[in-house]
């Protein structure tokens, strides 16, 4: 979506970045044979019977001779595998007594041994570009002693509301205003997806105001509005993007609520027209702008995250467009919760999820599986 610029981080600081290289393992893993478990190893030609206790090797330490026929090294978890020993017999399936080891045990070769590039070869891509970095990425990289990470850098996102009505958080709005809430849960959804928003001041109904903000707004990586993009007459989004040049890509979607919802680019940077009302604007962003932000931000492949829950009660729904239900999500039960429109901010805040209605459905019974949007 636009050229993206990598910096690099010490790994104390990679969690939630995306990776902007592959990751190669610097050897083998292991490196060497090793037990995976605690115990003797033999040579499983000699068991089941007694064996000599040569010696012993613990997770640090390596044994430097060469086992011969009737000996044993008694061996610890993530030790390395003496020369000559092809098996490992478990602790608890032995007998230790003076310098002998009794089993009745028979091991395969191989048994409780991890052999040198089991789980990873030199060279091998352990971990590929576009990765948002988790824990589990961090244990990798420390493993493969990468202390600095190449990531790309997050992507600035300008929020802009619009609207006379629009009052900030601190002001006490009078009954025909509200309080600048979109912008404040879309800054907080963009920082989760990995951006750095950039909260505006809000645009007035007005034709000229509205371009000069949108206009200082295209100074980051990708824009987002909110309002101002219905058919009312004081809805001047789309008047002012093209008056700046925009391309629009499209300016309407078939999903309730978020119907009016406007896509293009100006000035070389992504923007999204999001609907007004607080459900409309999250739903909105969850299901197209996230994707596009995802995108600059390095992620390979971005994706809504979905699974299937049992409805809780049966739900009627006016079909004809995709919809997004606020819902509770518990325990692989679902929850719809009936919202008065998609003004109603203490439904989105009862919320964890949304039930995904399609656009030919009109009943779904209760104890079904639905198909669940985790924004």
């Not at 879309?186 to 109904?205: K, N, T």
């Not at 509770?328 to 008065?340: A, M, Q």
Request: net charge negative.
């Amino acid at each position: 979506m636009s050229t993206r610029v990598i910096e690099t981080v010490p790994l104390a600081e990679a969690s939630g970045r995306v990776l902007a290289a592959d990751v190669v393992a610097d050897r083998a893993y292991p490196p060497v044979d090793r037990s995976i478990r605690d115990g003797f190893a033999v040579r499983a030609a000699d068991m089941p019977g007694t064996v000599s206790v040569i010696s012993e090797v613990r997770a640090g330490a390596s044994f430097e001779g060469e086992l011969k026929a009737g000996e044993c090294v008694r061996i610890m978890t993530g030790a390395p595998i003496p020369s000559g020993a092809d098996a490992v017999v478990m602790v608890e399936h032995t007998r230790f007594e003076g310098a002998s080891m009794t089993t009745d045990r028979a091991p395969s070769p191989g048994e409780f041994i991890n052999r040198a590039g089991c789980e990873a070869d030199a060279g091998e891509v352990v971990m590929h570009a576009g990765a948002r970095i988790g824990y589990r990425h961090v244990a990798m990289l420390a493993t493969a002693g990468i202390a600095e990470v190449s990531v790309v850098k997050r992507p600035i996102v300008s929020i802009l509301a619009t609207g006379d009505e629009i009052v900030p958080v601190e002001a006490t709005p009078r009954d025909f205003e509200v309080r600048n809430s979109n912008s404040w849960a879309l800054a907080a959804q963009v920082a989760e997806a990995g951006g750095v928003p950039r909260v505006l001041p809000v645009a007035p109904d007005d034709l000229d105001q509205t371009r000069a903000r949108i206009e200082e707004a295209l100074n980051a990586d990708m824009l987002l509005l909110s309002g101002g993009v219905s058919a009312g007459e004081y809805d001047y989004v789309e008047a002012a993007l093209a008056q700046l040049g925009a391309e629009f890509f499209f300016t309407r979607v078939k999903i309730r609520p978020g119907a009016p919802l406007v896509f293009g680019r100006a000035r070389g940077k992504f923007f999204f027209g999001l609907p007004g009302n607080p459900l409309s604007t999250a739903v909105t962003y969850a299901v197209f702008a996230r994707a596009a932000q995802e995108l600059l931000s390095g992620i390979a492949e971005p994706s809504l995250t979905m699974t299937e829950a049992r409805i809780t009660i049966t739900l009627r729904e006016k079909p004809g467009l995709t919809r997004f239900l606020p819902a509770h999500l518990h325990d692989g039960r679902v929850t719809p919760i009936f919202w008065k429109g998609s003004s109603d901010v203490p439904s989105l805040a009862k919320s964890n999820c949304y039930i995904v209605a399609t656009t030919e459905r009109e009943l779904y019974n209760e104890g079904e599986h639905v198909a669940v949007l985790l924004a």
